[in-house]
């Protein structure tokens, strides 16, 4: 294995469940409770489930429909709160900068540090007790938020570390042991095998990360192509030398998909978009950021390879737009032969817009038990004033004090009124265009 640390001095920090647990931390009436962050209106995609939402099978990336399905009543479902997530996140990135010069933010819950260029104990146990360290002082300093932390001799190993024993947990490898650890695991733990990649690798067998390093290169090159196939050799031999960029700034979010054998069915075709789309929407709320480019990558039969995109007047981050927008360039594409490959992707990044996430609003009250209600459109139609609120959105109000959204509908909104340091509070009915009723910044969870 060449081109690799001998230090396990690269660590990988992953928050856990980051957006609910934000919203588990400012409303203590949801802590151990389900909960789903995301778009709440009938188009809506999960951004994150609690870990007690997981439990039903609610996942990123699925719709809101399905996991309203999935989950029992008394499941909370929220709309994002991007200016709590960024504070929180902020202060995490802090107490990273802490440890190096070199901190590499890969999305709001997730970075790479490079350790070597701090002075840091590199041996097992020195690293073992930085990154408990690390992880006592980021609860402490977030009002109860947690991350998994992995630490590695690279870039690859220290992210799969992390995802070994999550919620909470802390993994290092030692130099010398990632094929052990790496081997055992199932060949999705790698970067860049999504399912049709997996797909066609159990067709031959290859289920593990251990099965793939016995494939040649030769091999798994004509399997999954050139260049994706010696990236998956390297990996499976815990190659990597990827350096830990701190000025890293993604210019475009995408994703694309190669198929098995040649689609041709407009139904099949039109799920695949809609998965794609949802892939890059949440990869953008999760980053923060929203594009004005969608862009469409098509291979054809003969291998030929075209791109068509459109630019838009405004950002956009919801998976369901960006899903229009590439289905309307992929009716302008000749898909008579067959597609071997779709990629749908978003350019002309900037900083999110937390109007381009919502839906259209519900006008039904919802009952007391389930967090659902109206959502702020993304461009409202001219008329009269319509005051609407959404599912967790922070408020005040100069008697009853700081709360949030429980649901709203019929001209009326349910809050409860609490935060991150009392007790569960109290749910009061007002008059959604009660003028004492305001929107408010996210509280203060510091001691």
Same mark, same amino acid.
């Given at each position: ?186 060949? /999705?733990? !790698? $970067?860049? &095998? ?5 797909? *066609? @690798?159990?067709?031959? #067998? =290859? ?120 289905? /309307?360039? !992929? $009716?302008? &594409? ?5 597609? *071997? @490959?779709?990629?749908? #992707? =978003? ?101």
């Amino acid at each position: 294995m060449e081109g690799v640390r001998r230090e396990p001095s690269v660590l990988h920090l992953d928050l856990d469940a980051f957006f609910a647990a934000v919203e588990q931390r400012d409303k203590p009436s949801l802590r151990g409770r389900p909960v789903v962050v995301g778009g709440t209106g009938g188009r809506g995609v999960v951004s994150t489930a609690s870990y007690e939402a997981r439990a039903f099978g609610a996942r990123s990336a699925m719709s809101t429909i399905e996991a309203r399905r999935l989950c029992p009543a008394g499941t909370a479902f929220l709309g994002t709160r991007f200016a709590a997530y960024k504070r929180t996140s902020e202060v995490v990135m802090a107490l990273l900068r802490e440890l190096s010069p070199l901190v590499e933010p890969v999305s709001i819950d997730e970075a790479y540090v490079d350790l070597a260029a701090g002075e840091h104990d590199l041996s097992v146990p020195g690293v073992t007790a930085l990154a408990a360290d690390l992880k006592a002082r980021i609860a402490v300093a977030t009002g109860g938020v947690t991350g998994s932390v992995g630490i590695g001799t690279s870039k690859a190993v220290a992210k799969i570390g992390s995802e070994l024993d999550k919620p909470d947990g802390l993994t290092v490898v030692p130099p010398g042991q990632e094929l052990a650890v790496l081997h055992p695991l199932p060949v /999705r733990a !790698l $970067g860049g &095998v999504g399912p049709a990649t997996a797909e *066609r @690798l159990a067709q031959i #067998g =290859v289920k593990t990360i251990g099965d793939l390093h016995r494939l040649s290169l030769v091999d798994l090159t004509s399997l999954v192509g050139q260049a994706h196939g010696a990236g998956l050799y390297r990996l499976a031999r815990a190659d990597d030398d990827r350096p830990v960029v701190t000025d890293r700034e993604a210019k475009s979010v995408s994703a694309e998909e190669t198929f098995a054998r040649d689609l041709t069915d407009p139904a099949r075709l039109a799920a695949e978009i809609e998965a794609l789309a949802t892939r890059v929407g949440s990869r953008l709320q999760r980053s923060g950021t929203s594009g004005r480019t969608v862009t469409l990558k098509v291979r054809r039969y003969d291998f030929s390879t075209l791109t068509r995109s459109q630019t838009l007047a405004h950002a956009v981050d919801d998976p369901r737009q960006i899903a229009e927008i590439a289905h /309307r360039l !992929l $009716g302008a &594409v000749d898909r008579s032969g067959g597609l *071997r @490959l779709l990629g749908v #992707g =978003v350019s002309g990044l900037s900083p999110y817009a937390q109007g381009d996430l919502f839906a259209e609003p519900s006008e039904v009250v919802q009952p007391v038990e389930v967090v659902e209600a109206a959502e702020p459109p993304a461009d409202p139609a001219p008329g009269p004033a319509v005051v609407l609120w959404y599912p967790g959105q922070d408020v005040v109000h100069p008697e009853l004090g700081s709360g949030w959204v429980w649901g709203s509908g019929l001209n009326r909104v349910t809050v409860r009124f609490e935060g991150p340091r009392t007790t569960p509070g109290p749910v009061r009915t007002l008059a959604a265009d009660d003028p004492d009723l305001q929107p408010a910044d996210p509280p203060d969870w510091t001691p």
